[in-house]
């Protein structure tokens, strides 16, 4: 599952695109049965019903013609029982069989709407289909002919369907749901696992806050400051820097981004002393840590890795053996063990991390959507 913002509001994976054209293969076969000799007039309800419209009618396969009505009853996500007609119809429709192709009938005024508009055009039949349906809210003694699916009164968005205005490109249907929680997630394993690339994934993926503590003593190595300068003589020999002056620097760090969704740390905690900081300094601002996520790698497959990585990030610590070795060393000594600590607490997960970038993302996405 993933979740996305749109406005003020979050939504989350509902209805797929293969779901969407297996309903809609089904209301195109209803709909060829009955009108195949017809040349019916397909009239789509706009704004709504543009993607749904397009993808119908590209599947029916006899004659027929194609217009479109603009019709507007929404304020945000709720229905304002006002319709307005923005777009007529020009058409001259009498002895005609109308099909409307609705992308969704909620409380039916836009429905009835429909049946007055149609009313005095002296159509030979007309004929109402609707991609989703939502029976619960449905409040009219209306006929609707065929039904794609019928769905519970939630909002949706998304393959035609906009929330003020967004949300319509998306090829999918989403579903309106509460502010996720906030997640604080540890991204754990040996140097050159990939933490980094895989972070810079999810943070977009779940709208989440990427601290990496290495990037964080970089930034102050290259302005030279004093924390850089005190941190350069550790990170440069492959050695952790000491844990009160990171412990300090990162609690600076996640107050500047309290108000985010959360937090994915990447290279931090290392040590046990540094974990219990920051399960204190978490709780300080009321929040908790959700889950740590290990991405495990055979070490011989790392060091490779990292050789290969020295040579174009100019991280000296990547471009000897002495000091990746070290780092190693560092990590089977002094991380390695918090697996223990966060175990106790319920909160560990292993991923595998040999394969394609986007299977361990797949990986990944399944613990956080868990958690
Ligand atoms: P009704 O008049 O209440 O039946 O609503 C019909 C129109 O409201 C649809 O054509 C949509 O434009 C809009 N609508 C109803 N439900 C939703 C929803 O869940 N998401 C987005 N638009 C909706
Ligand atoms: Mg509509």
């Given at each position: 599952m993933s979740i996305i913002k749109l406005h003020d509001k979050y939504f989350r994976t509902y209805i797929s695109e293969e779901k969407i054209a297996a309903v809609t293969k089904k209301l195109v076969k209803q709909v060829s049965k009955d009108c195949?000799?017809?040349?019916p007039i397909f009239i789509g309800i706009l704004n709504g019903c543009f993607m749904f419209v397009a993808d119908f009618v590209r599947q029916y396969k006899y004659n027929c013609e194609v217009s479109f009505v603009k019709l507007a009853s929404y304020e945000g996500t709720n229905s304002t029982g006002k319709i307005k007609q923005l777009v007529g119809i020009n058409e001259n429709l009498e002895g005609r069989t109308v099909v409307i192709l609705e992308d969704i009938i909620d409380t039916g005024n836009t429905l009835q709407e429909i049946y007055e508009i149609f009313?005095?055009?002296?159509?030979?039949q007309l004929k109402i289909a609707t991609l989703f349906f939502k029976p619960d809210v449905f409040k009219k003694e209306l006929a609707i002919d065929y039904i794609g699916l019928s769905i519970p009164d939630e909002f949706i968005v998304g393959y035609g369907l906009d929330y003020d205005g967004l949300?319509?490109?998306?090829?999918s249907i989403y579903q309106l749901t509460s502010k996720p929680k906030v997640k604080n997630i540890l991204l754990f394993?040996?140097?050159?696992?990939?933490k980094g690339t895989q972070a810079d994934i999810l943070k977009e993926k779940y709208n989440l806050v990427h601290i990496s503590t290495g990037d964080v003593f970089r930034k102050h190595m290259k302005k030279e400051t004093k924390l850089g300068k005190l941190a350069k003589s550790y990170i440069d020999k492959g050695n952790l820097v000491p844990d009160d002056v990171t412990i300090k620097m990162l609690k600076s760090v996640v107050n500047k981004v309290s108000?985010?969704?959360?937090i994915i740390f990447d290279?931090?905690?290392?040590?046990k002393e540094q974990a219990i900081a920051l399960d204190e300094f978490l709780e300080e601002n009321g929040e908790t840590i959700g889950g740590m996520i290990t991405i495990e790698v055979p070490t011989n497959l790392l060091i490779a890795r990292l050789l290969e990585r020295g040579k174009t990030s100019g991280r000296a610590d990547d471009q000897d053996e002495h000091k990746i070795l070290n780092r190693f060393n560092e990590y089977f000594t002094?991380?390695?063990?918090l697996k223990d600590y966060y175990q106790a607490q319920n909160k560990y997960f292993g991923v595998d991390g040999v394969g394609d970038i986007s299977e361990i993302t797949k990986r990944l996405s399944d613990v956080f959507d868990k958690l």
């Open positions: 195949k000799n017809e040349n009313k005095d055009k002296k159509l030979k949300g319509r490109n998306l090829p394993g040996p140097p050159g696992v990939g108000h985010s969704n959360g290279g931090f905690p290392r040590t002094k991380t390695e063990i």
